[in-house]
Every structure is written in C-alpha cells, then in structure tokens.
C-alpha cells in the first residue's frame, strides 16, 4: 500500500499540512521508526528535521552512519495537533502504512513509547527495555525490533541519549 498523500483515514487529516512519508534509503535493510511528524515535519513534509531530527542527525554523525543510508519514519504519518501523542485509532488508521514501509526490513529500531508499543502491541517502559531485541509479525512475516529512546528524549536525559546512541552503534555493526 503506497502512502496515500491525500489520506484522510482519521481525524489527523483535519489539522495537518501534509502527509509526511518516510525520508532516506527506502531500500534500507534498516528502519528507524518514531512517533509522528512534529510542526516542522509537517511544513516540510520530512520527518525528523526539527530538534529531535538534529539530535537523532549529531547521533549518527557520531556513530558514523549516514541518514541517507537508512529509511526514517514514523508510525502516524500526520502531525497530532499540539504535538499530542497519537491516539491508538489514529495508529491503527495508518498501520497498513508503516506495515508496508517496514515488511522487507532486516531490522527495525523502534524510537520512544509509542512506537514500541505500537509495533510490538503492549505497553513499554522504553527505560527498562532500551537496547532489547523483540519479534513481531508483520504481514506474515517475522521481523527483529529493537526498542530504543526517542531522540527527543536524548535532548534533555544523559541515559536516553547514550542509549539511542548504543542502538545506532549496533546498528552500523551489523548492517554497514
């Protein structure tokens, strides 16, 4: 299923700008996945371009893996008004959509609560489970998760950044 730019599967639709899709290498053995477009991403229609996309660009800069070589999205496609986390009608409205991104993915690192727990379908305390492997099915297909700290968090918490970090390091490691 290709993003439909002029969705209109749930209430987002009504107070975004624009659909925002993934951004990078869409061929990317590797997805990093986030929560939602913040106001920024919704003007440019990127994702992760304001400050938590600086903080997430620092990190793999640091680790020496380029942005370009990995798919960066989100599970809603569509800014919450406000920046509110999304509701889980509006996660599972765009469901099909990051099932599609991410079904030929060798690895998927889950950024934050809400993408943990969307993927993997049951709540996540990121804090203790940061750096841990998960499997889920996605279309039919077993896939490894890796839960990790929203680089939003990383601007403000020591732990969550050296975290995030870690999980890029892993990253780069095994796929580049």
Request: proline letters at 6%; charged letters at 30%; one cysteine or more.
């Amino acid at each position: 299923m290709e993003i439909d730019l002029q969705c209109s599967r749930c209430r987002l639709s009504e107070t975004r700008i624009q659909v925002v899709p993934p951004s990078g290498d869409l061929r990317s053995p590797v997805a990093f996945v986030g929560e939602g477009p913040g106001e920024k991403e919704d003007q440019k229609g990127m994702p992760f371009i304001g400050r938590a996309g600086k903080m997430l660009d620092r990190l793999l800069r640091e680790e020496g893996l380029a942005r370009e070589r990995i798919m960066i999205t989100n599970t809603v496609k569509c800014r919450p008004p406000e920046n509110r986390r999304p509701l889980p009608d509006e996660t599972c409205a765009c469901f099909p959509y990051l099932e599609q991104e991410l079904v030929d993915k060798l690895l998927i690192v889950a950024m934050g609560r809400t993408a943990c727990e969307n993927l993997l379908g049951r709540a996540v305390k990121v804090g203790q489970e940061a750096n841990t492997m998960a499997s889920v099915q996605l279309m039919g297909r077993e896939k490894t998760v890796l839960l990790t700290y929203h680089p939003s968090a990383c601007l403000y918490n020591l732990k969550a950044r050296e975290g995030l970090q870690a999980s890029i390091r892993l990253v780069r490691e095994r796929f580049f």
